[in-house]
């Protein structure tokens, strides 16, 4: 397998209005392959939205800071990389329709009638064609997020970068939501790198977890997890595979019990 | 034609039939002299010399002047405000180099500079024009400012993620982001210019409303200032109801920004 992100030494800072900068990332090193479905999993406001941000070229890391894209050192967005955000509320567009929304990646790219097949495509994979017309405040929150991640699949990327998509819904939205999302995954093999804070979202989700811990943060576990796929909430939660794959990231987390 | 419906049912008959309440009591009050108010005619005196002043006086020129300013003044206050509005909210050093001018500046009562105008414009059409959009112009770039800056970090995140170029984040994002409070901004600005013409008719600009006022005061005539009063009133609301329609015509969505529950 190719690598799609290859990252080494990554350092990164997060400043303050008034000009303090702190060390938030220190010596990060990890490459995720294609495709991969991995999660970085960590505490609240140990940089795993940072570590995201910079993969995703939003965040400039410091110098001497490796990260590779393809190959490619990112400078800003790379091409063929989707972000869904975890404030849906904020990210779509609520003067815009499900469809207009989700069509927005492919406005001056392509032409009308791709364009709407490409949106139809989208909103099938998440289960939402019927709800094409509705504008964003009509619907529940886990359904705005569905739409957020139709807009993301929209242009077709290689790589799916995710930002505690799941964290403002509730655990029944959630579970349907992971659901669904592995498989996108088993369909597109579009490559995934998804941020949580829940240990058991990340062991259930990927074939490998990163755990971010520390302050600075460096990757302090990258676990494998043998589950067989597809998964299923309840088989796949209760298997030897995934209990022993969950065990130690909680070691690696709060130490041995 | 959908946008046309609900405009009659949502007026206020209950208040409306309040009003014509109002009117009727004032027209007991004065014509059984329960009080005397040489000064304040009744309402059926003042719809008596509003047919005078219609068909012989000047009240349709005078009023014809006073909206033709009204919207000119206003038409160009929106256009500097907007653009410079536009300028300042999306540039963030820009905005710090200048805002302490504005803020100073913007904070000068309109009718305090009439003097300076008359000084330098004189009586005249010049005068009244640039009272009326420079009044018009401070509600409009405060709000477009406003605006912008309070758009949410995430959509910027959003516009750099889809690599949308800078006239198209402007285009798509910016601009219907920031649409709620710079239709607020055009909406203060034109009763401000409405007044604000007014009051350069009154002092300086011998037309329009404002001199149809001076010319009944100074002929003792109070029936004809009222109905003088009362057109500027129903021309205040008039405007106010094109600027509301011409809103919901134009930019669908631009008067409410409906949040998710």
Known sequence: ?257 | MGRFDGLLPRLNWLGVFVMVALAAMWELVVSFEVAALRFLPAPSEIARAAHGEIFEGELVGRTIHTVGVTLLGWGVAAVVGLALGLALGLSPKAYQYSMTSFEVTRAIPPITLVPAALLIFGFSLKMELVLVIFGGVWPILVNTIGGIRSIKPELRDVATMLRLSRIGTVRKLVLPAALPSIVVGLRLALSLCLVLAIVAEIVGNPAGLGNGLISARQSLQPPIMFVYVVAAGLLGVALNAALGLGVRLLLPGGHTLRESP
Request: hydrophobic share 40%; charged share 25%.
């Open chain 1, 1 to 257: 397998m190719e690598p799609s992100y290859e990252c080494s030494n990554l350092r990164a800072e997060v400043g303050s209005r008034h000009g303090e900068r702190r060390l938030v990332l220190d010596d990060v090193s990890f490459t995720v392959a294609k495709p991969e479905f991995v999660s970085i999993m960590g505490r609240s406001g140990v940089g795993k939205s940072t570590l995201l941000r910079v993969l995703a070229g939003l965040h400039e890391p410091s110098p001497g800071s490796i990260v590779r894209f393809d190959g490619q050192q990112v400078v800003g967005p790379p091409e063929g990389v989707s972000l869904v955000f975890q404030d849906y509320t904020s990210s779509l567009l609520p003067w815009r329709n499900v469809a207009k929304n989700v069509e927005l990646p492919l406005e001056g790219s392509l032409g009308k009638t791709e364009r709407r097949q490409r949106v139809f495509e989208a909103l099938e994979m998440v289960g939402l064609a019927d709800r094409a017309d509705a504008q964003p405040f009509e619907l529940s929150g886990g359904m705005q997020q569905r739409v957020q991640l139709a807009r993301a699949l929209a242009s077709r990327p290689t790589v799916l970068l995710m930002d505690e998509p799941f964290g403002a819904l509730d655990a029944l939205t959630k579970a349907e939501l992971e659901d669904q999302l592995l498989g996108i995954f088993a369909a597109t093999k579009t490559t995934v790198v998804f941020v949580t804070h829940d240990i058991d979202e990340a062991v259930y989700l990927s074939d490998r977890v990163l755990v971010l811990d520390g302050s600075p943060a460096r990757i302090a576990a990258d676990i494998r997890v043998d589950c067989l796929r597809p998964r299923t909430q309840l088989r796949t939660r209760e298997s030897a595979e995934f209990l022993a794959a969950r065990h130690q990231v909680y070691e690696v987390i709060f130490g041995t019990l």
